[in-house]
């Protein structure tokens, strides 16, 4: 079954930027729809973007403006840029697919915010944001 690396994770300052990568093994990730989540601690594991194969992007509100996912089919790898870093966005950080089969039967990306709409996880990649 496939498989899911992220990387990326630092500590950084208020306002800086980094760059989280999510290597897929095993399948391309062209067969998924992909997604990024979130977990700080005492809560719950939270969606912070989506990709479908047809481009189509879905973001939480707070992270709008601010993170790009992105992916690249020739290295099979997703990717999260994120900008504007701010102390709430500290966080492990999950990678996250689910077959298009069942990402369409579900409406598509914009429709797969729940952690249960995703089969695949990575094992996170700690942000630490400070001020």
């Known amino acids: 079954q496939v498989q899911l690396v992220e990387s990326g994770g630092a500590s950084v300052l208020a306002g800086g930027s980094l760059r989280l990568s999510c290597a897929v093994s095993e399948d391309r990730l062209s067969h998924y729809c992909m997604g990024w989540f979130r977990q700080a601690p005492g809560k719950e594991r939270e969606s912070v973007a989506g990709?479908?194969?047809?481009?189509?992007?879905t973001y939480t509100d707070s992270v709008k403006g601010r993170f790009t996912i992105s992916a690249d089919n020739d290295k099979n790898t997703l990717y999260l840029q994120m900008n504007s870093l701010k102390p709430e966005d500290t966080a492990m950080y999950y990678c996250?697919?689910?077959?298009?089969?069942?990402?369409?039967?579900?409406?598509?990306?914009?429709?797969?915010?729940?952690?249960?709409?995703?089969?695949?996880w990575g094992q996170g990649t700690q942000v630490t944001v400070s001020s």
């Open positions: 990709l479908d194969t047809d481009g189509a992007t």
């Open positions: 996250a697919a689910v077959g298009l089969y069942d990402c369409w039967s579900g409406g598509g990306i914009r429709h797969m915010g729940a952690v249960r709409d995703f089969r695949y």
